[in-house]
């Protein structure tokens, strides 16, 4: 069975410090990795997604995040928070290969992120 | 990306009725997906919902509770039965993009049941 874990329930920054929130997945094969962010009363946006190639991919306001397969992490960074950062972290995966019938995206539980002017 | 609306955004329904949610994309797409997120929860994925076919559903969630229908490629419904407060939730549809690996999200129904 594949599981995502998102140690940290809240991650508190000063904005304009650097932030992270970490994610480690179990999948078997190659995995899918995402991460997507949740605002208050709002759907979730994705943010961005490893699949293969460069472990460093770029996705969307200027977040990053490194896919580390010795580690089985792939922490979301960001060189400069901003208060607007401030909302709810998703990490997720999914097996590169599915099994038949089966589209399994799974979720973490979720990271809190406030950014304290 | 495609753009997902939802209908109703929120809705406060009595103990023992129904709701249905809809879900309207703006192209189409070949696979769509329920997923419900319980109050301070994580995302739980409920069902597939296949066009022309009836939905897969995951370990834990059956179609007498969750029928789901999926009459075209662009629009889904997914109807919440004898619903008790256990069932409140935001229900969420998302859509796989066409590349097949990212899955995008509408808006969500809040939903609270007394």
């Known amino acids: 069975a594949q599981s995502v874990a998102q140690p940290e329930d809240q991650v508190n920054v000063a904005e304009g410090n650097p932030l992270t929130v970490k994610c480690t997945y179990s999948?078997?094969?190659?995995?899918?990795l995402f991460w997507y962010v949740q605002y208050p009363n709002r759907g979730l946006q994705f943010l961005l997604k490893?699949?293969?190639?460069?472990?460093l991919v770029k996705g969307s306001y200027g977040f990053e995040a490194e896919f580390n397969k010795s580690q089985t992490s792939f922490h979301l960074k960001k060189p400069s928070a901003l208060v607007s950062d401030s909302a709810l972290y998703f990490c997720?995966?999914?097996?590169?290969?599915?099994?038949?019938?089966?589209?399994?995206?799974?979720f973490g539980k979720g990271t809190k992120l406030s950014v304290i002017p | 990306s495609a753009v997902i609306s939802q209908k109703p955004s929120r809705d406060i329904c009595q103990r023992g009725t129904s709701l249905t949610i809809q879900c309207q994309v703006d192209?189409?797409?070949?696979?769509m997906f329920w997923y419900r997120q319980q109050p301070g929860q994580s995302l739980t994925l409920i069902a597939t919902?296949?066009?022309?076919?009836?939905?897969?559903?995951e370990s834990g969630f059956v179609i007498d509770k969750f029928p789901i229908s999926r009459p075209n490629l662009t629009f889904s419904t997914l109807t919440v039965s004898n619903m008790s407060p256990e069932d409140s939730s935001i229900y969420l549809c998302?859509?796989?993009?066409?590349?097949?690996?990212?899955?995008?999200f509408g808006p969500g129904t809040r939903l609270l049941v007394l």
């Open positions: 919902a296949n066009q022309g076919s009836e939905a897969t559903y």
């Open positions: 997720a995966v999914r097996a590169s290969l599915r099994r038949a019938g089966s589209y399994q995206l799974t």
């Open positions: 999948v078997s094969g190659n995995p899918y």
């Open positions: 490893y699949i293969t190639g460069d472990n």
């Open positions: 192209s189409q797409v070949t696979m």
């Open positions: 998302s859509v796989e993009a066409t590349e097949g690996e990212t899955q995008y």
